[in-house]
């Protein structure tokens, strides 16, 4: 039986997914100076600039925003070199890539509730403007930008983050095989040449071994060379009887 996959902290997947990607540490070489904040960028998920925090707002991430709690400064931000900014911009396509999988279901997050505790979080939840994550304690925020400094709402913390449980898809019976193929590959086996009748006890009406099961362990390794292999009840109904019965046309599919 397969385990179930833990829930992993939010820091961690983000790190992952968001990160430590080629599309963004290809750059790092080129991007890294003797300014350490760049650095924690490429190590920690730090927002480059000279406030960089390790909050991103899920609406419009910046790398350099003076929000509520940025220290009173006249110091200008540098601009972002060429190769931090394809950094910054990669990491960005990833995160809202990360972002659009747990609105969509494809992921789960749990997290604790101020009110309510430990549980898992709507999908909705994603889909709310003005939220800010924070990629180092796993916390999503209501109101951090646009109010003065600690009036925001942390709505969850300490998120984890699991893959959903995908249904298994079954195929249905019958469909999406080419009988039509396997009714040809069929009838060459009535022909005398095919078998070895001093191995094979020859069936009393047709030039096939009187065994069905020997023909059809023949059809189901022509259907297993083609990729899939329909149930086994399936090539008896439609190859097998017909085939005995020396038909010239195959049964009719199961439905």
């Known amino acids: 039986m397969a385990t179930k996959k833990p829930s992993r902290p939010l820091n961690e997947v983000f790190l992952e997914r968001v990160i430590r990607i080629d599309a963004v540490q290809r750059h790092r070489a080129a991007a890294v100076t003797d ?6 960028f490429f190590d920690a998920g730090r927002r480059p600039g000279l406030f960089g925090d390790f909050k991103w707002s899920l609406d419009s991430p910046t790398a350099d925003y003076r929000g509520p709690l940025a220290p009173f400064t006249d110091e200008e931000p540098p601009p972002m070199s060429s190769a931090m900014q394809q950094a910054w911009d990669a990491a960005i396509v ?15 997050a749990s997290g604790m509730h ?9 999908r909705a939840e994603w889909m709310r403007t003005g939220l800010v994550l924070d990629v180092r304690n796993g916390d999503l925020i209501e109101g951090f930008y646009g109010r003065p400094a600690g009036q925001h709402t942390v709505r969850w913390s300490t998120i984890t983050l699991r893959a959903a449980k995908q249904p298994r898809q079954k195929k249905a019976r019958g469909h999406g095989y080419d009988w039509e193929a396997a009714w040809t ?9 095919q078998w070895d009748w001093t191995k094979h006890q020859r069936d009393k009406r047709q030039p096939l071994p009187a065994i069905h099961k020997t023909v059809e362990e023949k059809i189901k390794d022509w259907f297993k060379a083609t990729g899939s292999t329909p149930d086994m009840s399936d090539i008896r109904q439609n190859i097998t009887k017909p085939l005995y019965a020396g038909r010239r046309t195959r049964g009719k599919r199961k439905r």
Request: proline share 3%; charged share 40%.
């Open 35 to 40: 300014d350490e904040r760049t650095t924690q």
């Open 94 to 108: 990833a995160l809202r890539e990360l972002i659009a999988e747990l609105a969509k279901g494809e992921m789960i």
């Open 114 to 122: 101020p009110a309510t505790g430990v549980r898992d979080l709507d």
């Open 185 to 193: 590959y069929a009838k060459s086996l009535r022909a005398e040449d």
